[in-house]
């Protein structure tokens, strides 16, 4: 069994290896590089902010995740076939 994450360490990596391999991904890389347009070096450290709160209790994260999917999904609707 893979161990549970237990600080930022754990976060960063999960979140780099993650994004390292999504954005190259065939089917749905499109949706971070094109539709997103993420400037990793400026999403990253926001995407470490939102999940230390959520799984740290680190109360860090300013911003609301949730509108900015709506935002997207509004622009470019996901389909089940990408999910």
């Known amino acids: 069994m893979k161990p549970d994450i237990q600080n ?3 976060i ?3 979140l780099d290896t993650f994004y390292s391999k999504v ?6 890389g499109y949706i971070f590089n094109e539709v997103a347009k993420i400037n990793v070096t400026h999403h990253m450290p926001i995407l ?3 999940w230390e709160s959520v799984l740290l209790g680190v109360a860090s994260y300013k911003g609301n995740a949730m509108l900015k999917h709506i ?3 509004n622009n ?3 389909s ?3 999910i």
Do not use: V
């Open 71 to 73: 935002e997207l999904n």
């Open 23 to 28: 954005l190259k991904d065939e089917t749905i």
């Open 8 to 10: 930022s360490i754990d």
């Open 12 to 14: 960063k990596l999960l």
């Open 48 to 50: 470490y902010s939102f």
């Open 80 to 82: 089940n076939m990408i």
């Open 76 to 78: 470019k609707p996901l």
